[in-house]
């Protein structure tokens, strides 16, 4: 099994930054893609941005030129730092991996996707 845990959020006033952090541990896995999505209330889950493996990053319109996602292979660990943030980037930021993971039974690998709790992003004067 694996576990994402995200830490790194809280409350910010508008303008300000945040870095979060999300690690993946567990046994017997290789992560592919990572990425952060959030969730406002009222509102559906959206995606934040996205890095492969190699470092390809992608971003929502709505965070270009503010925000910016990296990773840490060596410590399965992906990061976002977020700068200059509003009002409306608060939410409560998930983490996503798609890996693939190796039965302890078979031996076999396969594909499979985790989330993490989410933390919690808040924006406000």
């Known amino acids: 099994q694996v576990q994402l845990v995200e830490s790194g959020g809280g409350l910010v006033q508008p303008g300000g930054s945040l870095r979060l952090s999300c690690a993946a541990s567990?046994?017997?896995?290789?992560?592919?893609?990572m990425g952060w999505y959030r969730q406002a209330p009222g509102k559906e889950r959206e995606l934040v941005a996205t890095?492969?493996?190699?470092?390809?990053?992608n971003y929502a319109d709505s965070v270009k030129g503010r925000f910016t996602i990296s990773r840490d292979n060596a410590k399965n660990t992906m990061y976002l730092q977020m700068n200059s943030l509003k009002p409306e980037d608060t939410a409560v930021y998930y983490c996503?991996?798609?890996?693939?993971?190796?039965?302890?039974?078979?031996?076999?690998?396969?594909?499979?996707?985790?989330w993490g709790q989410g933390t919690q992003v808040t924006v406000s004067s």
């Open positions: 996503h991996a798609d890996l693939v993971r190796r039965s302890s039974r078979s031996g076999d690998w396969s594909r499979d996707y985790y």
């Open positions: 567990g046994s017997m896995f290789s992560i592919n893609a």
């Open positions: 890095i492969t493996k190699s470092g390809t990053t």
